[in-house]
């Protein structure tokens, strides 16, 4: 298989880029791509050094590297764009075509994406962290009047990382609710989400899937029995099907497309923009 | 303030196409956006009903839209490009350097960045995660063997949301540690961290910030005060003097400078990339 060096080189955190770089390459399957992230590249110093580096992995390798940037600064960027690799950088790329729309020149500010130029989004991620945190696992009823969102699931369906990124991501206050064998078989809405039904969302996922993730946390007891996982399994889904809960299924899907898919679903609003 | 709509188009989750617009407009800064996102465009028919919304507010406004897209298939792109706004799209601007370079077509295979397409990269997430909601506060220390970096402060300097952040961007395995008193006033390393100590890195912060954070949280009691305050980041900073612990100001630091700048120092390897 063929292999090529890729830099992520960045001004700030090299976030966004890596992002970029991720899905550009994962369309080209058959090449192996060995990444090297540098962040805090913001001076001609220290983009020459980068591009030292760029250079010499050029002369050693077959091929030349691929390098993909995201550097605001004109100056910086020029220096980078002498490496022997092949530059594409975002900013180069587009910040042209909006400077001519939006009729102004950009700043040319360092950090501003993922900077803390922005205290009161700062604040809302790491509040909407710990509202994630500590609403975990059915915590924290009392404060269900904040929550953007609830989720409801079996244990082991992606409630808990779910949360967590709707919070980290969009500062979207997810709160999440295990579904205890009690209320499965009650087969009613735990009494605690009385008055909050609007803001619950159900995840699910295929008994197989949660077999094999269970019985990597607790090969014992029942909990991971084939019986114990589709009696869970059928009793949520009939839960959610009763009181008309929107769900997904998280068999085969990213915690990105969860969220994601949620979002879109509920039209809850992202406070914050990674 | 000049305003503008943006649209966020992609075929799947739009977290690389959100990151890329909000890296590109915040460099406007006297422009105000109102951004729509609309993830999951991955017919032609969606794309034309997206196509149609643009237009829609490009006659209802003053400016045409700014649409931000990632689509990787081009009859669903050349069904966007015909709405009236701006169009970027990096797949547009970026794939066709790379095929060149790299000498062959792209796949065009949607979701390949944040889908499932990798479930050992999705289980690695999942499995950070779960680290460090187990071995958040002090907790878990019986599992530092599996660390890949323990962060320790004093309470609320930062620990628990990067390390939340670590797990889920990049897959990195990472404890916190709390400095108690106990811990400042001995002026010795806990010691249920001996044999850690390389896996440490401390997060200190400034008092005023600290202050500010801990009053929004608990005002009453000495938790808050401006003297207990001085006294704990004294206290953990000449911790991390004594014990040659590599260390952050948080201060001005969003989550993923931090982030960023603790794999950068430490050279932990991203286990994932986002």
């Known amino acids: 298989m063929a292999e090529r060096t890729v830099f992520v080189v960045s001004d700030r955190t090299a976030v966004t880029a890596e992002a970029l770089g991720n899905s550009l390459l994962t369309q080209f ?12 590249v913001d001076t001609k110093e220290k983009a020459r050094d980068v591009a030292a580096k ?7 390798e077959a091929s030349r590297p691929i390098v993909i940037a995201s550097l605001v600064q004109d100056e ?9 690799g092949l530059v594409l950088d975002f900013f180069d790329a587009f910040l042209g ?3 001519v729309e939006l009729d102004r020149k950009c700043s040319h500010t360092l950090g501003r994406a993922h ?4 205290p009161k989004r700062y604040n809302m991620r790491i509040e909407a962290t710990n509202f994630a945190m500590s609403s975990d696992d059915g915590q924290g009823v009392q404060h269900y009047h904040q929550a953007d969102l609830i989720l409801m699931g079996v244990s082991r369906s992606g409630k808990t990382p779910t949360c967590l990124y709707l919070a980290l991501q969009y500062g979207v206050f997810a709160a999440n609710y295990p579904l205890a064998e009690e209320d499965l078989e ?11 039904r609007a803001k619950i969302y159900g995840l699910t996922i295929s008994p197989e ?11 014992v007891g029942r909990y991971a029995t084939a019986q114990q996982v589709n009696f869970e399994l059928r009793a949520a889904e009939n839960l959610f099907r009763r009181f008309s809960i929107p769900s997904i299924d ?15 679903d509920t039209g809850i609003e992202r406070r914050v923009h990674s």
């Not at 760029?54 to 050693?60: D, E, L, V, Y």
């Open 97 to 99: 075509p909006l400077e």
């Open 115 to 118: 900077g803390m130029s922005d």
């Open 54 to 60: 760029i250079n010499f992995i050029s002369k050693r």
């Open 76 to 84: 910086v960027r020029e220096e980078l764009l002498k490496c022997d």
């Open 186 to 196: 009650s087969g009613r809405l735990p009494q605690v989400l009385d008055g909050f």
């Open 250 to 264: 998280t068999t085969h899907s990213s915690i990105e497309e969860i969220a994601s898919t949620i979002l879109n």
């Open 209 to 219: 899937r949660l077999r094999q993730i269970r019985l990597e946390r607790r090969s």
């Open 29 to 40: 399957e058959d090449v192996t791509f060995k990444q090297i992230t540098v962040p805090f």
